[in-house]
T-cell receptor, first 113, second 116 residues
Framework: DVKVTQSSRYLVKRTGEKVFLECVQD?????MFWYRQDPGLGLRLIYF???????EKGDIPEGYSVSREKKERFSLILESASTNQTSMYLC????????????FGPGTRLTVL | AQKITQTQPGMFVQEKEAVTLDCTYD???????LFWYKQPSSGEMIFLIY??????QNATEGRYSLNFQKARKSANLVISASQLGDSAMYFC?????????????FGKGTRLHILP
């Protein structure tokens, strides 16, 4: 089974703090993704990566950055957290082959006070 | 314009009844793929079923089937003999194009409640 893990299920931070959300997959997948999920808005893509050290902006990259130093790990960084970044963050990975289903982690619910 | 439209924000269904969750999509690309995911209250998104635009038959996976009506741009999820454990949020999603690295676009979801 594909396993995607995220470093925290729940996280509470203060405005202005630097926040790191970590995601690790164990299936040697090429592709990794970060989404945020908000009620009534569905999932929105923040950043994605098709290879190590490679990143591409998704639909809502403002206020976020990412890092992919190793194939299995994709980090989402909030340089200076703001209250409007309070959300559920979902990480996903995919093989880049076949129907290329995305497999998701359990999510991190981030609250910025 | 929305690429994926799920018109039912919430549904209540009696246990053991069949359920149809609606999804319409918008694309001019002849090659695309359609996905359905389930998100229980635990938060993890679970892949359920996939339909390719060139697939001749409707996809089925156990109790899940996809009612694919290409001309109407509709890809409804059908759950037969619903169970209490089917209570969850359901998302329809689409990938446009032939490159597997194309992005997936998600709908806003339908929350399904199965009543005992």
């Amino acid at each position: 089974d594909v396993k995607v893990t995220q470093s925290s299920r729940y996280l509470v931070k203060r405005t202005g703090e630097k926040v790191f959300l970590e995601c690790v997959q164990d299936m040697d997948h090429e592709n990794m993704f970060w989404y945020r999920q908000d009620p009534g808005l569905g999932l929105r893509l923040i950043y994605f990566s098709y290879d190590v050290k490679m990143k591409e902006k998704g639909d809502i990259p403002e206020g976020y950055s990412v890092s992919r130093e190793k194939k299995e790990r994709f980090s989402l960084i909030l340089e200076s957290a703001s209250t409007n970044q309070t959300s559920m963050y979902l990480c996903a990975s995919s093989s880049g082959q076949g129907i290329d289903t995305q497999y998701f982690g359990p999510g991190t619910r981030l609250t910025v006070l | 314009a929305q690429k994926i439209t799920q018109t039912q924000p919430g549904m209540f269904v009696q246990e053991k009844e069949a359920v149809t969750l609606d999804c319409t999509y918008d694309t001019s690309d002849p090659s695309y793929g359609l996905f359905w995911y389930k998100q229980p209250s635990s938060g993890e998104m679970i892949f359920l079923i996939y339909q390719g635009s060139y697939d001749q038959q409707n996809a089925t996976e156990g109790r899940y089937s996809l009612n694919f009506q290409k001309a109407r741009k509709s890809a409804n999820l059908v759950i037969s003999a619903s169970q209490l454990g089917d209570s969850a949020m359901y998302f329809c999603a689409m990938r446009e194009g032939v490159t597997v690295n194309d992005k997936i676009i998600f709908g806003k979801g339908t929350r399904l409640h199965i009543l005992p």
